[in-house]
């Protein structure tokens, strides 16, 4: 019996490891995918598509337009090479990625290219799979033995489910939402960062049994619902 409990935890502990490596592994691919254009000068049009017969959809100005793209380009009918534009990116504090959609084009020989840099790999997790550059060391962890479905946000009436077992953990607080008080709950994402898997009503979580962190997430939730004025 003890041995087939062992075995039991050691598979629930390589699907668990499967399952970060796998989001790990999506998300360095992803990155790995883009490169940074800067361009050479102002007043450089971008196109619908990879060619000047494509209507344009922008210029860039006073050079503060940067862009990451496919490092894949396509060819024109004149052999020229273009650059897919996946996000615009606010280069004074490069605080702002827009994802585009549907993509722009830009002429290859009107951009310098560079690899990301560490801010634009961290910007682009945090909006492309909700990853925040937040370590997960000291904040409240927990995990629940029955599956726990989520809405992907506040707003949305998409769910998913998220196995049990999942290691959680509490961040940021209670907020509410057309009169629904809703919680935003996170798993750790490496040891440097956090994801947000999505948003679940303050009701619905109050009444799940959370095990051995029973205490410390009563208390979480008490402090919580008192910040958002609940009580």
Known sequence: ???????LLALALCTASAQASSLEEEVNAYLSGLVRLNPKKDGIHL???????????GQTYEGRLSFLAS??????????????????VERQEDTGYFEQDPSPYV??????VAPLSDLDRKRVAASKFRILDISPANLLKFSLEQPLVLLQSYSSQSKVEIPANTPLLLF????RY????FLPVFSPYG????????????????????????GRVREWLEAGKHTAGLK
């Open 1 to 7: 019996m003890k041995k087939l409990l062992f075995l």
């Open 47 to 57: 196109r619908s598509g990879p060619g000047t017969t494509f209507e344009s959809v």
């Open 71 to 88: 490092p894949d380009m396509v060819k024109d009918a004149e052999g020229k090479n273009w650059y897919k534009i996946i996000y615009t």
């Open 107 to 112: 002429r290859s020989d009107l951009v310098r």
């Open 172 to 175: 940021s607080g209670i907020f």
């Open 178 to 181: 057309e009169d629904t008080a």
């Open 191 to 214: 040891t440097t960062g956090i994801r947000r898997l999505g948003d679940i009503p303050l009701e619905a979580f109050e009444a799940l049994s959370f095990g051995e962190a029973e």
